[in-house]
């Protein structure tokens, strides 16, 4: 099976930073707009429901959790999204 050229490899890598851009800015939102609609900074939702609200997949709502926990922006517990950093968060958006 031969190998995709360099230069599609970069279209491929072009695509999905496009694509993974967009979702920290939706992921961002609705995070920020589901905690002022409950009044809490703590979300209880399964990343599958985050994901049917943004129009995602769950796993690219899992790996995107987990890099906002990596830069501190949230902290993650079964069941329960935790906002620490708000003003990281909207200037994602």
Same mark, same amino acid.
């Given at each position: 099976m031969p190998h995709p050229s360099p230069t599609k490899m970069g279209k491929m890598w072009? /695509? $999905? $930073?496009? /694509?993974? @851009?967009? #979702?920290d800015r939706r992921l961002a939102e609705f995070l920020l707009a589901e905690a002022e609609r409950t009044g809490s900074?703590?979300?209880? /939702?399964?990343?599958? $429901?985050?994901? $049917?609200?943004? =129009? =995602?997949?769950r796993e690219a709502v899992a790996r995107m959790l987990k890099s906002f926990s990596?830069? +501190? &922006?949230?902290? #993650? @517990?079964? +069941?329960?999204? *935790? &906002?620490?950093? *708000? !003003? !990281? &968060?909207?200037? #994602? @958006?």
């Open positions: 072009a /695509m $999905q $930073q496009i /694509m993974f @851009k967009g #979702l900074d703590t979300i209880r /939702m399964t990343h599958e $429901q985050i994901a $049917q609200h943004i =129009s =995602s997949a990596e830069d +501190g &922006l949230v902290e #993650l @517990k079964r +069941g329960a999204i *935790t &906002l620490r950093d *708000t !003003g !990281g &968060l909207n200037h #994602l @958006k």
